[in-house]
């Protein structure tokens, strides 16, 4: 399926982060501020784990995150990270038990929701096509 040993340990690199993600939010460790907590996710350029008001549980590679409206969330990478956002491939997973009715989705352009910037990404939760707010697991491998 994947020829080189790179892309085999790239993908088992981001099963793991997104394993660990979903295990402290499954479990409901209570993290601390954002800043104090790192995400352990050592082949992903950034990850998060960010709350349904938009601030962030643990994170690598993030400079901010900020809910701009009710489902709407604005992410900033870290300089140092180098991420195009615009060329990315960001992977998002909703953190919640609602099925199916509920769904996330990422804007890789520039969005009037996060001032239509060019360095940020814009993430919309929702429920049964109305923005709702809801935590959710953010990856960039």
Do not use: W
């Not at 997973?93 to 239509?116: E, F, K």
């Amino acid at each position: 399926m994947f020829k080189t040993i790179k892309a085999r340990r790239g993908i088992i690199g981001t099963a793991a982060a997104l394993s660990l993600l979903a295990a402290g939010a499954v479990a409901g460790v209570a993290i601390a501020d954002d800043a104090a907590v790192k995400a352990k996710a050592p082949h992903a350029m950034a990850s998060a784990l960010i709350n349904a008001d938009g601030t962030r549980s643990q994170s690598q590679g993030i400079k901010s995150s900020t809910k701009a409206a009710k489902g709407t969330y604005c992410v900033m990478f870290d300089d140092n990270t180098r991420i195009d956002v615009s060329r990315s491939t960001p992977v998002a997973t909703l953190v919640t038990s609602g099925g199916p009715q509920y769904a996330i989705n990422l804007a890789t352009y520039p969005t009037p929701s996060c001032g239509n910037a060019a360095d940020t990404l814009t993430v919309y939760t929702g429920e049964r096509l109305l923005l709702t707010d809801a935590p959710f697991m953010l990856l960039v491998p």
